[in-house]
């Protein structure tokens, strides 16, 4: 089972930025992801890393937010900036190994982690 913990949400205005992680406790993660739920909205794909250096945004993000991971500390980041009050979600990490022709849905990630708030005021 591995655990996966976020950390890095908080309140900002909207213009602002915000950087959110997530610590794995186990190595070797195929595809790592972004996922959130913004209120009254279902959970939607953000962005998503693959091992072999694949990225995949969705297109509310491009250009705004940066995926990346760092396998020395088995972390994955998200930097966000140019935030916007429609950014204002819970955010989650996922890891496992989703089909390659999945794209930002849920299906097949494993583990999950409990979810940071972000929220982006006008």
């Known amino acids: 089972q591995v655990q996966l913990v976020e950390s890095g949400g908080g309140s900002v205005q909207a213009g602002g930025s915000l950087r959110l992680s997530c610590v794995a406790s186990?190595?070797?993660?195929?595809?790592w992801a972004w996922f959130r739920q913004r209120p009254r909205k279902d959970r939607e794909g953000v962005a998503l890393?693959?091992?072999?250096?694949?990225?995949t945004y969705a297109d509310s993000v491009k250009g705004r937010f940066t995926i990346s991971e760092d396998d020395a500390y088995n972390s994955l980041y998200l930097q966000m900036a140019n935030l916007k009050p429609e950014d204002t979600a819970m955010y989650y990490c996922?890891?496992?190994?989703?089909?390659?022709?999945?794209?930002?849905?849920?299906?097949?990630?494993?583990?999950w982690g409990q979810g940071t708030q972000v929220t982006v005021s006008s």
């Open positions: 996922a890891a496992g190994r989703p089909p390659c022709d999945n794209g930002l849905r849920m299906y097949g990630y494993s583990y």
């Open positions: 186990a190595t070797g993660i195929k595809t």
């Open positions: 890393i693959v091992d072999d250096g694949r990225i």
